[in-house]
């Protein structure tokens, strides 16, 4: 089992800027195995979700991240990622290109691997607002507030990293949103001057 990967998106940004960029996902929504949710506080976001649909949904990649879902739940699993970040000479790593954190106590080993790993640059959209909260995160570690959870209300847009799903990139530039939709890193507060940070629907 590969625990961190590349889509086509980060494969495109690792050589846009020359670095090595990769994901770890999880089921998204909820485990297809045991119906547990993987993304607590999803809200309209699910209907329209990239991660349940097209290639995160086949036969051959379906199980995949079910594995991956199970491997965090093991007393092991920071020890194997820091194994797999050393493994890959990783530089940026996005947790979740598909699912959530789950709880505080998921939270708090991938903080634990940050702080292993202090040279890499981990980023995360997420819509567990709630969890995050009062949790101080590692400089090397950054979070985006997702917009379509039920806990929208929680997100200050003028203080904290945010993102918003816009219809056009036109829209998008309108509303002063940096634009990720086509390099990843964009995302992350060591490409960005903003907290706001604009998606393409797709």
Known sequence: MELLTQ???LKKTSKEFGKRV???GIPAFEDPETGRRTCPFAGS???ICYARKGAYIWGNVKPAFVARYNATKQDDFVDVMCAEIKRKRVDYLRVHDSGDYYSRAYIAKWIEIAR????????SYTKSIPLFKEIDLPENYDIIYSEGSTVDHLIDTNVDRHSRIFDSAE???QNDYADAS?????ATKWFSNTNKVGLVIH
């Open 7 to 9: 889509n086509s998106k």
């Open 22 to 24: 990769f994901n770890f």
């Open 45 to 47: 976001c699910a209907k």
């Open 116 to 123: 292993r790993n202090p040279n890499v640059k981990f980023y």
């Open 171 to 173: 829209s998008l530039r």
């Open 182 to 186: 086509k390099y990843d890193l964009y």
